[in-house]
Structures are given as structure tokens and as C-alpha cells.
């Protein structure tokens, strides 16, 4: 098993690397070239690991480091950065809810794969006070959806994870049930309250999950039954079916909801309902994550596209047309990165950004992306009196990712890439040599 010490040592090759390339000018590089060759004759477990990493300028558009540049790693959360890219070369500044068209007393509308209805982790996009207070009756058109729930190469054992909520053509309530426990109640709530009489407590303490499970096939969920429980909150996802939609729309809005499967003749759904904003998309995939949010945003990607709601229309298009320059093409499949087929260079993760940094201002920039110290998933990373770095991170077993933007002592606002896959020691050291290593290109570039 790897020990801390050697898995440190693996880690400090690429380190060493880059500390006596920023320091060549000083009288410290020939020692440091000694410990560089000294720790590649010692360490034993170089090849148990994989690690590439580039450092840019793109005021001088020059590569400052580079260490297995244009190898290819699993890239876990950072094709989100590619999701990022997707929406904002087909997408507004609102998200369209749904499309529409009144006539008579009827309304149609269909789905657009926008992911905020009843989502509680999104702004209130105000769709269901409009289709409350609409006054014809409501007519929901069966999309033509061809999608699995989950994606290529996502881990079907997952399902009962919150990260796994499944991508559909029209989400509600972020595809996902929430139990809440009161210590005062031996009952749980749920929300949504449909769910309530689909869950059911088991007696045997010998069952090996703690909080919700939910069966593989069924939306029935079991809990352990305990004597005392604090007060808690479990998030499961549900299994998405129409009708289990129609139910569920139908019982918040207290009216009913009609299915048709095809739009009547000398119809179009030509109206659009705009919801929130994108940002607020964009701002909780890539500081929190969200799957499902990044699977969704590809469909809304598609809709615009092409009319359809199919992920590969939008990531064919933005690869035809939008990334033709990057130095690798990417291995991309999905919008999570869910998938172990996803596939990147770091490198071209570094043109991305580049990219992305030339069509969105830094101010926007750094509002929406994890910022170190402050927000996201680097909230308890990079802790500094000025935040220095603006990234997004992706990690799945055996593989870590960072990349995003590291603004120096002197202004420099630098793009990096770390990518780092099968690796088989403790990934918090590993987070924390990458802390080490830009916290010093941070004081010294």
C-alpha cells in the first residue's frame, strides 16, 4: 500500500520541476536540480500514478510549465468546464422554461430540459405561478426524448447517491426527494410530500447503509428505524418516469395536467417562458457541481441547437464549431463528467479556459466559479487575506482535477490545468501539494 512519504515523493517530481524552472535565475537551481535527480532515484511508486500539469500566460500567450501536457486523463468535474463553454456559446441570459402556445382555451407546452422547476438549490423561476394562474386548460406534449437516465459510463450503483439524479427532458424538484427527520417525530416528512406514503422504516440494525435507500427499480424507500434520531435531512434521488411527472405537476399545481403525444395541426409553440438567469446555472454547476444541473444544460444546449433534446447534438456542435483549435480534441460524453470515457488533455484544458476567459469579463468570471477560501468546493482551500484562485475542481476515485485561474502577488491572472488519475494514496495530500505549488506561484511569478 502507498505510505504518505512515498506518495509525497511521486507528487514532488512535477513539483521540484516547477520549482527550479521559476527559480532558475536564483542561486538556489543547482540544488534543487540535485534533489530533483536524488528524488526521481529514490521514489518507488512514480509509475502507481499519472500527473500532468501546464501554467500559461495568456497576456504573452506563452506556456510558463508543462509536465505531460498533452497526455490524455479522466477528467472527472472538469468537463463541467466544457459544459460552461456549451452554454455560453448557445444560450441567453435567461433560461427558456418552457415553450408555448395558447389558443382558445387550451395551452401546450413542452419541455426545454431546463432543470429549475421546484428545484430547491435554483432561484424561484416563477413557471409555477404562470401555469398556476393560467385560466385555459394545460396540455403537456410528449417530447420526443431518446436519453437513458444515466449516462455513458456513469456507475449504476450510484443511484441511490444525490450527485446521481437522473437527466430528463423536464426536471421537478431536482429530481431528487428530501426525508427530513425531527427527533420530536418518529414519523419523517417528506418533500415532496407525494412521496410520503412510498417510504417505511426497517427494524434490522444489521443492514450495511445508514439514512435512505431506495430500491433499484422503485421509487420505495426504507430508513433504519432507531430508538432516538437528530434532527436531519437525507436527499435521495427518484426514479423519473411521465407519468410520475404529471403526478407530481398535477399535485402542486391542484389542477389537472393533460398528456398529448403530438402537436395539433396549425399549432406552434413559438412563445417562450424565460425563468432565471443562466448564471444561476452556471454559478451552482461549477461552485457546487451539480450533475444534474450540467446534464441539463446540455439538453437546453440541444433544444436551441436543434429543437431536440439530445446531449451528443450540443457537444458535436460546440466541438465542430466552437473548438477546432484546441491542441487535443477532446473525449467528451457527457456534461458531468460523470463518466470514466470522458477524456482531456491538460493542455486543452488550458486553451478552454483561454477561451472562456475571452468571452466572459473577470468580474463575471470569479462569480461563478469556486473561489478559494470563500465558495464552493474550495471554501476550505487556498485561505488567503486576498483570494488568489478561481477554479473548478473534479474528483472521482483514483482521479483529481483543478483547473481555472491563479492571480499572482503582481497582478498576473495565470491559467492552469493539474490533472492527476490513478493515483492510489490519500487524495487530501495530493490536494494539498497543489495548494503548495500555487500558493508559491502566487508569491513568487
Given at each position: 500500500m502507498t505510505t504518505n512519504k512515498s506518495f509525497s515523493t511521486y507528487f514532488l517530481f512535477p513539483v521540484i520541476l516547477l520549482l527550479f524552472l521559476l527559480l532558475s535565475a536564483c542561486s538556489t537551481t543547482r540544488s534543487l536540480r540535485r534533489d530533483l535527480n536524488k528524488e526521481r532515484s529514490n521514489t518507488e511508486n512514480m509509475s502507481r500514478g499519472f500527473t500532468g500539469f501546464v501554467l500559461y500566460d495568456a497576456g504573452s500567450e506563452k506556456t510558463i510549465f508543462e509536465h505531460n501536457a498533452g497526455k490524455y486523463f479522466t477528467?472527472?468535474?472538469?468537463i463541467k468546464?466544457?459544459?460552461?463553454y456549451a452554454g455560453l456559446q448557445t444560450l441567453g441570459d435567461s433560461v427558456p422554461a418552457i415553450r408555448y402556445a395558447a389558443r382558445n382555451d387550451s395551452l401546450i407546452f413542452k419541455a426545454t430540459g431546463d432543470p429549475s422547476f421546484l428545484n430547491p438549490d435554483l432561484p424561484d423561476s416563477g413557471l409555477l405561478e404562470f401555469l398556476k394562474n393560467r385560466e385555459e386548460q394545460l396540455f403537456y406534449l410528449k417530447p420526443t426524448y431518446t436519453e437513458e437516465a444515466f449516462g455513458p459510463g456513469w456507475a449504476w450503483d450510484d443511484y441511490n447517491y444525490a450527485f446521481s439524479a437522473e437527466r430528463v427532458p423536464f426536471p421537478i424538484y431536482g429530481n431528487?426527494?428530501?426525508?427530513?427527520?425531527?427527533?420530536?417525530n418518529p414519523l419523517p416528512s417528506t418533500n415532496p410530500s407525494f412521496f410520503k406514503n412510498m417510504i417505511s422504516a426497517e427494524e434490522d440494525s444489521l443492514k450495511n447503509y445508514r439514512g435512505i435507500r431506495r430500491e433499484l427499480f422503485s421509487n420505495d424507500f426504507t430508513y433504519i428505524q432507531k430508538e432516538s434520531r437528530k434532527n436531519s435531512e437525507e436527499t435521495v434521488p427518484f426514479i423519473y418516469s411521465e407519468k410520475l411527472f404529471l403526478k407530481l405537476l398535477s399535485d402542486t399545481l391542484q389542477r389537472e395536467i393533460h398528456l398529448i403525444k403530438g402537436l395539433p395541426q396549425k399549432w406552434q409553440l413559438s412563445t417562450s417562458y424565460y425563468g432565471i438567469a443562466t448564471d444561476?446555472?452556471?454559478?451552482?454547476m461549477l461552485r457546487q457541481s451539480d450533475n444534474l444541473i450540467a446534464e441539463q444544460i446540455l439538453l437546453l444546449a440541444s433544444e436551441s441547437i436543434a429543437d431536440t433534446l439530445k446531449s451528443d447534438i450540443a457537444i458535436d456542435f460546440i466541438k465542430k464549431n466552437h473548438l477546432k483549435s484546441l491542441p487535443d480534441e477532446p473525449v467528451w460524453v457527457d456534461g458531468s463528467g460523470l463518466s470514466r470515457y470522458n477524456l482531456v488533455t491538460p493542455r486543452s484544458i488550458v486553451k478552454l479556459l483561454e477561451k472562456i476567459q475571452n468571452k466572459v469579463n473577470w468580474e463575471r468570471l470569479t462569480a461563478l466559479l469556486a473561489t478559494g477560501g470563500q465558495s464552493g468546493t474550495l471554501?476550505?482551500?487556498?485561505?488567503?487575506?486576498?483570494a488568489f484562485v478561481f477554479a473548478k475542481t473534479g474528483s472521482m476515485s483514483?482521479?483529481?482535477s483543478l483547473s481555472g485561474y491563479v492571480k499572482t502577488d503582481n497582478g498576473k491572472i495565470l491559467i492552469f490545468s493539474f490533472m492527476n488519475s490513478n493515483f492510489t494514496a490519500d487524495s487530501?495530500?495530493?490536494?494539498?501539494?497543489?495548494?503548495?505549488?500555487?500558493l508559491f506561484i502566487k508569491d513568487n511569478y
Open positions: 477528467p472527472a468535474s472538469n468546464l466544457f459544459t460552461f431528487k426527494l428530501k426525508v427530513i427527520f425531527k427527533e420530536d444561476s446555472l452556471y454559478k451552482r471554501k476550505n482551500s487556498f485561505k488567503a487575506k486576498e483514483n482521479n483529481y487530501e495530500l495530493l490536494r494539498k501539494q497543489i495548494e503548495q505549488i500555487l
